[in-house]
């Protein structure tokens, strides 16, 4: 017995590692997607995701499929839907070049899953814009005083990652730090990000029910971030 218990724990592992690893591939697609439909191939986020996508091991065919594809959609523009599943809210935004068919699509996939579409205004005032910033740590010496500054400039909250640092800023006061950082002449990335002000915990088997929605949302070409507002 301990021989198949021995057996059964490698295989659990394996397919714990293999989900994971299925999740990175999926997430890097979805940002090679993107960014080839927003800067084309020729910017410094296409170089910089690719590189990503080679140190996964994605295979240089399943790139290339991608971009041959997001490329095909290039001519995109800003969509944005909301909607419900039980209690929880749902902001959606997309890129697509036919809203007739990307409207369509979410609407069966809310459907199916026992969620709704909602008029556009109802639900995005539960939901806050935000900036999140990214700087390399080789910019500064020291983080301390950095962090302080970054307070100054108008910084909500600061993470200390491995090689950089990250913070959030609200949307208004974008141009603020934007200037700020550039008058210091740092380099940064920056997205901008819609944050739930009150997440929802509900139960178990409807929360599954929901992350299996928006993992269909997530995986769905035309949409390019989807946000909630349930507590994982």
């Known amino acids: 017995m301990s021989g198949h218990n021995k057996w059964a724990n490698i295989q659990h592992r394996k397919q714990n590692q293999d989900i994971k690893k299925s999740k990175k591939f999926s997430k890097i697609l979805r940002e090679i997607n993107s960014i080839v439909k927003k ?4 910017s410094s986020y296409f170089k910089k995701i690719i590189c990503n996508a080679k140190l996964l091991n994605i295979p240089k065919n399943t790139i290339e499929r991608i971009i041959k594809k997001s490329l095909s959609k290039k001519n995109c523009k800003h969509l944005y839907l909301e909607g419900k599943i039980y209690e ?5 935004e997309c890129m697509t070049n036919n809203n007739s068919r990307t409207i369509s699509s979410i609407r069966i996939f ?3 899953n026992g969620g709704k579409l909602c008029n556009n205004g109802s639900i ?7 900036i999140i910033f990214s700087i390399k740590k080789e910019f500064f010496s020291s983080i301390k005083d950095f962090e302080l500054m970054l307070i100054d400039f108008g910084a909500k909250d600061i993470f200390n990652k491995k ?4 913070f959030i800023t609200n949307f208004e006061h974008f141009g603020k730090m934007k200037d700020s950082l550039e008058k210091f002449k740092l380099k940064y990335d920056f997205k901008s990000v819609r944050i739930p002000k009150h997440l929802i915990d509900i139960k178990k088997e409807k ?4 992350m299996d929605l928006i993992e269909i949302l997530k995986n769905y070409d035309d949409i390019e971030n989807v946000y909630s507002n349930l507590m994982i």
């Open 124 to 130: 995005s005032h539960f939901f806050k814009k935000k």
């Open 110 to 112: 809310f459907n199916k």
């Open 39 to 42: 800067f084309g191939t020729n």
């Open 88 to 92: 929880i809210y749902i902001y959606m």
């Open 207 to 210: 929360k599954k029910k929901v």
């Open 163 to 166: 090689e950089r640092i990250d």
